[in-house]
Structures are given as C-alpha cells and as structure tokens.
C-alpha cells in the first residue's frame, strides 16, 4: 500500500485521519517558510547553527546498558577521541562538541564509529520553527512533549524497536536522507520481541533479504528526504537507517491519559505495548477500556513484597488482559515469542520498582 506523502492538513483533520487511525504519513511541508524549512543541507546548518553545542556520547542504543553516565564517558570516550595521536583531531572540551567541530570531528577515520548523538533542542534552534499546532495537547491527553534531535554519520542505524514512553511522533529530516520502516502492529510476533527491541538485526540484511523480511512483516520503507517528515503513532515498530550524514529532529507528543495510566502500571514489553495500540484503537468499546482501566489502576494500588514480584505479576496480568481482550498472541508458526526462551533480563532479574523508574505524568 505505501506510506503517503501529504501537505500538512489541519490539526483537526490530521488528528482524525491518521493520529486516531494510528496510520503513519510522510508530511512534506511541515516547517516550509520557517527558518529551520530553509536548512536544507550540512553546509545550511552549519551556516545556521554551527555554534550549538551537542553532548558526545557512544551509540545511542549502548546507552540502555550504562548505569552512570558519567563513568561511562570518562572509561570509553578516551578510546574513540584519540586525541594526541592524530594532529587532525581538535581537543575537545567538556564532553560537548560544537556542531561545526562534531562533523570535523567524524571526517577522521579514527571517529566514524562514534556514529549519532541524541539532544535536545535548544533555544536557539528553537527559534527557527515553532512546535505544530497539531502536537500541542488537549483535554485528556499528558502534557509531556519531547523535542530532541538525532545526528550522525552515513551507515548509522537505529535498530527495530518501539519508543515505550506513548506518544505520537514526528520524525524531521533537517539534511541528509533517512530510511524509516514502520511495520504493522499485526507482525508483532515475527519481530521476535525482547521487551522494546526486536531479535532481528535488519541492519545486517542484504537488500534482498530486507524486501522479503518486509513483505512478510508487511513492513512499510520511506526514504525521507530534507525537509520530510514522518508521523508514526504510538508503540508502532521501527527502523532507521542514514543513507547519508543526517541530522533529524523528533517530536513527540499528545499521550492519552489512558495510555499514561498504562505506563505508570506495566513493564514496558511487547505485551505492554500491545494493550496500549489496543487502547488507542477506534474500535474498542468504552465498557472495555473501562475494564481494562479499572484493573491497571487494581494492580497499581495492590501491595507487593518488592519490586521483582511486582514486576511479575503485573507481567503475568497484563498478559493476560491482552489475551482475554485482544485474543492476545496469534499462532503464527514462523513467529516466536522469543522472551518465553529467553526471559528478559530486564524484567526478570531487575527491580521494576516505581523508586527506581521515571514516572510518566
Ligand atoms: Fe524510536
């Protein structure tokens, strides 16, 4: 079928046409005739906010493995800045890095792997678009809207997974080209969950082999270019990859309360994540969500011995909402539920606690 690609239409009539229908669409004119609409390469944003300073950091994914971010840098950082050994290298100060310095700072051989950074906006890049009047929230729906920028190199990837915080999202390519695939919340199973990630590693598969891992996923690819944006809903699986040097900026936005209720409740797995599509389906009869609602907040205000037994059970309730609710996993016989192999060492073996997690408001 296809991703389309759209004029932004009105909030309203964007709301309804895709946002309730959780149907992804690429947007090709979202900030035209704001500042930020005229940066159309590395070269324009460099002219334009070469100053602004952005956080180093390892591999973005590598970050769910860090406990101190700080210790982390302080250990790793030395091996990927070899500064000294190559006279090409600026010193680099305070673990932030200029926009202007952090491309001259991967042209060098030394640093291609130190692949994307993730940050936030700030003011200055602020200034150049305003924030669309579609992700501002309404009666109903959390306040909380993420406005953080990815950067980096060609051959960067972000491996298949779903966001876990809820929120619809806008994905902005501000210069170079990014590949997006989003795949149908019905390939679930063949994604071979592991809490928010998936067991597949497209980024390794040939181009053959990625077309027909697509066509069996029923996966949709868009190759976003400068200035295109993609909106894709709440909890939808995903994958991107830098076909150049990009650098995109992410909105997220307009969490139903319902959703907030969902997150404050549950670890967040693939089961999780499938009884929130279920809550923001147009179909679900309001006595149902009232039911599903009454037993988040049940399981919420019920008294654990510590968190690991809490984290279970609400696992094993959750699970079982969704199978009583949604018919819960299918049968697919090429599909695993690969944490029934292998438990998640998250889920498992942590402390889920609410001290030790943010909690959504
Ligand atoms: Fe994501």
Not at 35 to 64: C, E, H, M, T, W
Not at 257 to 268: G, M, V
Request: aromatic fraction near 12%; glycine fraction near 6%; proline fraction near 6%.
């Amino acid at each position: 079928m296809g991703i389309d690609r759209i004029p932004l239409p009105t909030a309203e009539r964007f709301y309804q046409q895709y946002m309730c229908r959780q149907r992804p669409v690429v947007i090709t004119d979202l900030f035209n005739g704001q500042p930020l609409g005229a940066v159309r390469s590395k070269a324009d944003a460099i002219n334009a906010f070469g100053a602004i300073s952005l956080p180093l950091q390892d591999v973005y994914d590598d970050a769910i493995r860090i406990n101190d971010i700080r210790e982390h840098l302080a250990s790793r950082l030395p091996l990927h800045y070899k500064t000294g050994e190559t006279p090409d290298l600026p010193a680099w100060r305070d673990k932030t890095v200029s926009l202007k310095d952090y491309f001259t700072l991967i042209e060098s051989p030394h640093n291609r792997h130190m692949l994307r950074v993730a940050f936030a906006t700030c003011h200055q890049l602020q200034r150049a678009f305003t924030v669309p009047e579609v992700c501002r929230p309404r009666q109903g729906e959390s306040t909380a809207v993420l406005n953080q920028n990815f950067i980096g190199v060609k051959g960067s990837f972000s491996a298949i997974h779903f966001d876990k915080d809820g929120l619809h999202a806008f994905l902005y390519a501000i210069f170079g080209r990014k590949r997006f695939i989003v795949f149908p919340h019905t390939a679930r199973e063949k994604l071979l969950p592991f809490t928010q990630f998936s067991g597949w590693a497209l980024q390794n598969f040939t181009e053959r082999d990625r077309q027909a891992f697509l066509t069996w996923t029923g996966g949709e690819e868009v190759i976003l270019q400068p200035g295109e944006a993609i909106y894709f809903p709440p909890f939808a699986w995903h994958f991107a990859d830098y076909l150049d040097d990009c650098w995109a900026l992410n909105l997220r936005f307009r969490r139903k309360d319902s959703i907030t209720a969902l997150l404050n409740c549950a670890f967040p797995d693939s089961d999780c994540q499938a009884l929130g599509v279920l809550l923001l389906s147009t179909t679900l009869a309001p006595e149902t969500e009232q039911d599903i609602l009454t037993e988040l907040a049940r399981l919420t205000r019920r008294p654990f011995r510590d968190g690991r037994q809490k984290t279970r059970y609400i696992r094993r309730r959750i699970a079982r909402l969704l199978q009583d609710r949604d018919g819960g996993p299918g049968c697919d016989r090429l599909a695993w539920d690969l944490e029934r192999y292998i438990p998640s060492p998250l889920a498992e073996y942590l402390d889920w606690s609410d001290a030790r997690r943010p909690r959504f408001r």
